[in-house]
């Protein structure tokens, strides 16, 4: 069985991709299927997406990454399909190296979407009606409650898998990693051979309790559209007065 969407991925690379996406996930002892699938929902395997002014690429990249690789968001939306491996192997680096270890899909999930949240409980309300973080992010309000919570994140991650891999054996990580046996060719192995959608029970355990990095700031992590400002609203009034005065000129010199 291949990996999920690797349909996506252009066939002049696709072997290219199935090595390098392999040699990453072994030096993050996280499984490619689960890099395959957040990438999928993130930017359909597209490195040109962008979402208005603050993400762009495989993962929508934010300023997050620019401070932790030093590429702007208009170098990165340059970069191809392989070059922005690189940089989601850092980010992804960066978080585990201050939140611990990536133990499933949810996880990986959480740590795009917002790191802080990697070690806490599913309980955890990420983000409530009414905020920023809650208006760029309603799709992952999976029980539609008016709120966003780890669990609604893993959940509508893991709703992501295609059904023709949710076939795989349940699989509950212990020691706080994963399998490091990969096919290595852009298969999944077989259910049976080993599950990769489960989620720890737990997923408190781990965390190596530091501070905040520098690179983090939760703002970041809120999608940033077109800034309405608070005269706006007036000056689209002034605007009109000017258009139909003009409008009226030009009637009244044609009589």
Request: hydrophobic content about 40%; overall charge positive.
């Given at each position: 069985m291949e990996w999920p969407y690797i349909e996506y991925i252009p066939a002049g690379i696709k072997s290219q991709w199935v090595n390098k996406l392999t040699a990453i996930s072994k030096r993050?002892?996280?499984?490619?299927?689960?890099?395959?699938v957040v990438m999928y929902q993130?930017?359909?395997?597209?490195?040109?997406?962008?979402?208005?002014?603050s993400a762009v690429g495989l993962i929508q990249f934010t300023n997050a990454t620019?401070?932790?690789?030093?590429?702007?968001l208009a170098e990165i939306y340059r970069m191809n399909h392989l070059q922005q491996l690189d940089l989601v192997?850092?980010?992804?680096?960066?978080?585990?190296?201050?939140k611990g270890p990536i133990r499933s899909l949810g996880d990986l999930y959480i740590v795009t979407f917002a790191p802080q949240y990697l070690r806490s409980s599913n309980a955890?309300?990420?983000?409530?009606?009414?905020?920023?973080?809650?208006?760029?992010?309603?799709?992952?309000?999976?029980?539609k409650d008016g709120q966003i919570s780890r669990a609604d994140v893993v959940n509508f991650i893991?709703?992501?898998?295609?059904?023709?891999?949710?076939?795989?054996?349940?699989?509950?990580?212990?020691?706080?990693?994963?399998?490091?046996?990969?096919?290595?060719?852009?298969?999944?192995?077989?259910?049976?051979?080993?599950?990769?959608?489960?989620e720890p029970s737990d997923p408190t355990q781990g965390d190596p309790g530091k501070a905040a990095p520098d690179w983090y700031d939760q703002k970041d992590?809120?999608?940033?559209?077109?800034?309405?400002?608070?005269?706006?609203?007036?000056?689209l009034v002034a605007a009109a007065?000017?258009?139909?005065?003009?409008?009226?000129?030009?009637?009244?010199?044609?009589?």
């Open positions: 993050l002892n996280i499984l490619p299927e689960w890099l395959m993130e930017s359909k395997l597209n490195p040109q997406a962008k979402n208005g002014n620019v401070k932790i690789t030093k590429k702007s192997e850092a980010y992804i680096k960066a978080a585990m190296d201050w955890t309300i990420c983000f409530a009606k009414g905020t920023a973080g809650y208006n760029g992010n309603k799709a992952l309000d999976f029980n893991q709703d992501k898998v295609p059904v023709t891999h949710k076939d795989a054996v349940a699989f509950n990580p212990s020691g706080g990693g994963v399998p490091s046996s990969f096919t290595g060719n852009g298969t999944a192995q077989q259910p049976g051979d080993r599950g990769v959608w489960s992590y809120e999608p940033q559209g077109i800034t309405i400002q608070p005269w706006f609203p007036y000056a007065v000017v258009v139909v005065g003009l409008f009226s000129a030009v009637v009244l010199t044609k009589k």
